[in-house]
């Protein structure tokens, strides 16, 4: 789950954690007003959106730039105003954009240099490790690559949390000194919290900036959340905004699916993560290319088979549809039963190869042949691949 | 032999009168498995199908059967503390079947069972079978959720992330008449009990394990770790398989473990660590079996 800049602003002044000024805007006279409330410092207006390369993307209406400095509380309105309702296309975004419904106007700072800090959670020990170094602002990856040493890790132990000495080490090891080695230990020690309370599993600061007025300050955030410690986060749960996710995502997650679109053109439908990534592999594997990755589970009911159908045959790009399941304890039948079902509804405009296996099968095999759909049987996994593959050419 | 569980194997289950819990519980009974003791809170005294007494605490059920292996159905909210719970009770195997527990409550359950004497399996994983010796493989001890039908008892061990993946390569090798000492599914999360070398070494050391086959997938390092160790260590045939190829990047791939992050994480990079180990790497899913047989000489 991704949040938006001033939901990440929101978080850190709920933790205490020190980022420039800002408000949200929702239409151009909220944009002037927030303006107005920072008058004298030097602002900014962003756009609002999940995909990175604002700056650099353009607005459908031709207006360049989804991040401008603005020079008067007016010229915050004028360009709400330009932003707001429009479609901004970055980098990141595809050639379809966002829709902008919220702009951030903002303190513009002065930097001294620039930082980088980050926590996640390590899998290899099994604790968090914070991640810091001088050199912010770039791709940490081409630091880690092009000068290792000047990365620092610090494992924080699970049960004590973050210690004194620990951050004490780090601000001297970054090359910070008395006040704002003072405030870059207030700084880390709650977003220490912020990551362990609000169950993130990445909170990546870059960069974290010294200005020449003195201050330490997080100027770009990004979030990780654990989905599997939403449910005792529900006012996380709530700054999720569906309109920024892949429509298709967020139709299967309410029948909570897990699907994830993807560009190929082979749609596949399987039970259990494993086998649905090593499905998507040996389509790839014959010379076919997967369009989604989708695991509807151990139980799935005959409703959710039938949704997941739904969902793979809306996508336009999809020219032909493996099913592979294992019915381990998981009944072939009901996967048959919804497949005819959803199939009867929407009818099958493409080719559709099944491998069913496991417990039940006859009786879900027997289903699959009663109905009038035209259905490719496939007996392996191998098989039916290559069956599809071949199906779509 | 097999490995950590056999016939002989006192099972208990929490979460027993759960509908997920029960309906497991009720087909390792089928299957023959020694499940002696259920636990519910605020369920103690009543009985499970007419003949497994329900306890609470788990201590009770621990002292009052013997069991040493205890299956947990908590709900996610609630696993961590039953996965402690059963560490208290001394239970030495605590297999949690559980999907979706907080990564931070995982990463707490670890920290705090440092230096105790149970182990932990899972979360989020199929559970364990060591098959039996009777038809459709019947009297052996299953623990979790795999199909036990799929099974025969014969000589290769199985450990994977994966639970279908590891029920599709035990199908492939009971198909062609291989049996299996013991198959383990280690799950799908980023932070668990056992990992894929914990078992290796386990079969390695097992005289009824002739031959491995090891299943994991993209994210961490547990594959590579594995396979490094039994290139100087593991003197019996080693077959492997990785799913994820095709997986973009930072994409969480419904298990919350199985996340590319870096270059070592891709299911490229870790296919070639385990080749240059000396395993065989099945090219498809299809061929797991066939792989390891080839490898074994079979």
Redesign the interface.
């Known amino acids: 789950m991704n949040i938006h800049e001033y939901q990440a602003k929101q978080l850190f002044d709920r933790y205490g954690v020190p980022s420039p000024k800002g408000k949200v805007a929702s239409t151009p006279e909220e944009a002037v007003a927030a303006a107005k409330e920072f008058e004298g410092s030097q602002l900014v207006i962003k756009a609002q959106v999940h995909a990175g390369g604002r700056g650099k993307g353009h607005f459908k209406n031709g207006f360049k730039g989804g991040v401008h400095l603005i020079e008067s509380a007016d010229q915050a309105g004028e360009f709400a105003e330009k932003m707001l309702g429009e479609t901004l296309v970055t980098i990141q975004t595809g050639e379809e954009g966002r829709l902008v419904r919220k702009v951030m106007v903002a303190e513009a700072v002065d930097i001294e240099h620039e930082y980088y800090l980050s926590i996640l ?1 390590d ?2 020990t ?3 490790v914070i991640v810091a170094s001088t050199e912010g602002g770039m791709s940490i ?1 081409d630091v880690a690559h092009d000068t290792p040493e000047k990365i620092l890790r610090q494992f924080v ?3 004590l949390g973050l210690q004194g000495y620990e951050i004490r080490k780090l601000a001297a090891n970054l090359g910070l000194a008395g006040d704002q080695a003072k405030q870059f230990g207030k700084l880390l020690n709650n977003l220490y919290k912020l990551f ?1 309370s609000c ?1 993130c ?1 990445m909170l990546e600061i870059n960069p974290l900036v010294t200005t020449p007025d003195g201050r330490v300050l997080c100027l770009d955030a990004k979030f990780g959340f ?4 939403l ?2 986060h529900p006012d996380i749960v709530e700054m999720r905004d569906t309109e920024e996710e892949d429509p298709r995502e967020v139709a299967a997650s309410e029948y909570d699916l ?1 699907y ?1 679109g ?1 560009d190929g053109n082979i749609a596949c439908l ?16 014959y010379g076919g290319d ?1 369009a989604n ?1 989708l ?1 509807v589970g ?2 799935a009911t005959k409703e959710q088979v039938a949704a997941a159908f739904k969902i793979i045959l809306g996508d336009p790009n999809v020219k032909g549809i493996l099913i592979n399941i ?1 019915g ?2 998981m009944d072939c039948n009901v996967i048959a039963e919804g497949v005819v079902a959803a199939a009867k509804e929407t009818g099958l405009p493409i080719p559709l190869v099944v491998r069913l ?3 039940n099968v006859e009786a879900g095999k027997a289903t699959l042949a009663a109905s009038d759909i035209d259905i490719i049987a496939g007996d ?3 098989d039916a ?1 290559q069956k599809i593959v071949a199906a779509v050419q | 032999m097999a490995i950590l569980i056999d016939e002989n194997t006192q099972v208990l289950i929490q979460g027993i009168t759960g509908g ?1 819990g029960g309906r ?1 519980a009720k ?1 390792s009974l089928d299957y023959g498995t020694q499940v002696v003791a259920g636990c519910t809170p605020g369920k103690g005294g009543q009985t499970f199908e007419g003949k497994v007494p329900i306890f609470h605490p788990v201590s009770q059920a621990v002292s009052e059967t013997g069991a040493t292996a205890s299956a947990i159905f908590v709900p ?2 609630f696993a961590a503390d039953a996965i402690l719970e059963a560490v208290d009770a001394g239970v030495e195997l605590v297999v949690a079947i559980t999907e ?9 359950v ?3 069972m440092k230096g105790a004497k149970s182990r932990l399996v899972g979360p989020n994983c ?1 559970g364990l079978v060591t098959p039996g010796h009777g038809e459709n493989s019947h009297g052996g001890c299953r623990i979790g ?3 036990g039908y ?1 099974h025969k008892r014969g000589n290769v061990g199985v450990v ?9 390569a035990v ?1 492939q090798l009971t198909s062609l008449g291989y049996g299996q000492s013991t198959c383990v599914g280690i799950g ?1 999360d ?2 668990n009990g056992t990992s894929h070398l914990d078992v290796l070494k386990m079969f390695n050391d097992d005289p009824e394990t002739e031959a491995i086959i090891m ?1 994991g ?5 547990a594959e590579a770790e594995a396979a490094r160790w039994a290139k100087d260590h593991c003197k019996k045939p080693i077959a492997g ?1 990785i ?6 990047p930072g ?8 996340i590319v992050g ?1 270059d070592e994480d891709t ?1 490229e990079a870790k296919k070639k660590i385990l080749a240059e180990c000396g395993i065989a790497v099945a ?5 797991m079996a066939t792989t390891l047989l080839e490898k074994w000489g079979k």
């Open positions: 959670m899998r290899d099994s604790r968090p990856e132990h699970p049960l362990i169950d599993s654990d989905d599997n410690a449910f005792r897990n994830i993807l399987v039970n259990g993560a494993g086998l649905a990534m090593a499905t998507m592999d040996i389509i790839k594997h997967p990755f695991d151990g139980g294992f381990g304890i296996e496991g417990n392996t996994m191998s691949a | 997920f497991h087909l996610p909210p979706g527990i907080p990564v931070m409550d995982m990463m707490k670890r920290e705090a199929p959720i795999a199909p799929i994977s992330r994966s639970g279908t993946l590891t029920y599709e199908y799908g980023p932070i299943i997938e993209i994210g961490g390092n398989f799913a994820g190829a095709t997986a973009p994409r969480r791939m419904g298990h919350a473990g199985a870096g299911a090219e498809t899913p299809s061929d």
